[in-house]
């Protein structure tokens, strides 16, 4: 029903994951997202835009 509004905070789960954190930049605003590895895609926190782990590599260059 609301499960968008307590989703778990990240950062907490993923030890022990094999996982690597990946900076990312959202396209929309600048801002700097951090994305885990096993991640399609998350939410900029400043504008709540969808940022997907295709435009993190490609703005990764
Ligand atoms: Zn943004």
Redesign the pocket.
């Known amino acids: 029903m609301k499960d968008e509004q307590d989703r778990p905070l990240k950062g907490c789960a993923v030890e022990g994951r094999n996982v690597a954190p990946v900076a990312c930049r ?1 396209p ?2 600048g ?1 700097e997202v951090e994305m885990f590895s096993d991640e399609l895609e998350t939410t ?1 926190p ?2 709540g ?1 969808d940022v997907t782990m295709e435009v993190c590599k490609f703005g990764n260059r």
Request: hydrophobic residues 0%; glycine residues 0%; neutral net charge.
């Open positions: 959202c929309e605003c801002h900029c400043q504008c835009k």
